[in-house]
Nanobody, 126 residues
Framework: QVQLVESGGGSVQAGGSLRLSCAASGFLLRDACMAWFRQAPGKEREQVAG???????IYPDSVKGRFAISRDGAKSTLYLEMNSLKPEDTAMYYC????????????????????WGQGTQVTVSS
């Protein structure tokens, strides 16, 4: 059974950094495609990072250059490094395991996700 447990959220001032972690179990993380999504109040859940099986990554323009997704297969942990945080990054962040890996770009919608973590809150103050 696939399980995902996020940690590392918190409150920071604008310009600060946070690293989110997602402990994965029930599958081999080192061979998996994965993603991070976020959802702000009143907004739709959106992808902020994706990593393919070959390790290639994708980011939307809103976070490109500031966020970085990575994984440690030995620890079975997915990470999201977030730098230069902005108030508009405030949201609940979710680790996500897709039903199937896309060939090519690891871009996903919420309909592609088979398992979600419980989420971790990130709050950025100005």
């Amino acid at each position: 059974q696939v399980q995902l447990v996020e940690s590392g959220g918190g409150s920071v001032q604008a310009g600060g950094s946070l690293r989110l972690s997602c402990a994965a179990s029930g599958f081999l993380l080192r061979d998996a495609c994965m993603a991070w999504f976020r959802q702000a109040p009143g907004k739709e859940r959106e992808q902020v990072a994706g990593i393919a099986r070959d390790g290639s990554t994708i980011y939307p323009d809103s976070v490109k250059g500031r966020f970085a997704i990575s994984r440690d297969g030995a620890k079975s942990t997915l990470y999201l490094e977030m730098n230069s945080l902005k108030p508009e990054d405030t949201a609940m962040y979710y680790c996500a395991h897709p039903w199937l890996c896309r060939v090519g770009s690891p871009a996903y919608t919420t309909a592609d996700i088979g398992t979600w973590g419980q989420g971790t809150q990130v709050t950025v103050s100005s």
